[in-house]
């Protein structure tokens, strides 16, 4: 049994009620699921809110008083950060191999810079 059933056994109640788990798998409402649309490509609270229907005050209590809204955003913004992540970690490996073959060609707009910077000599040996 994985960790999600555990989870789903305990909350249980027995009496056909949905699991902790099942509520946090739906999706959210319509003006909810928009509003963190909006949210993740960039839209201001204020932008949001006037383009869901609803007030700025109801976007912060969404925010900062709705566990599901919470959640579905938090997810978002781990998985965005992964990705970035993710990203950078593959542009160094580019960067680091396009330094090399430059040092290595003796490319001087990239040696000049860079014995600037660190400790590379400054002459080829």
Known sequence: MDEQDQL??????GDGAESAVEQWEKPLPEPKQKALELLVAGRSVAETAREVGVGRTTM???????PHFQAAYNRWQHEAEASCYSRLLALMDKAVDAIDMSLVTGDAKVREPLTERTCLPRHKH
């Open 60 to 66: 912060f209590r969404w925010m900062r008083s709705d």
């Open 8 to 13: 789903a056994e305990v909350v249980d109640t």
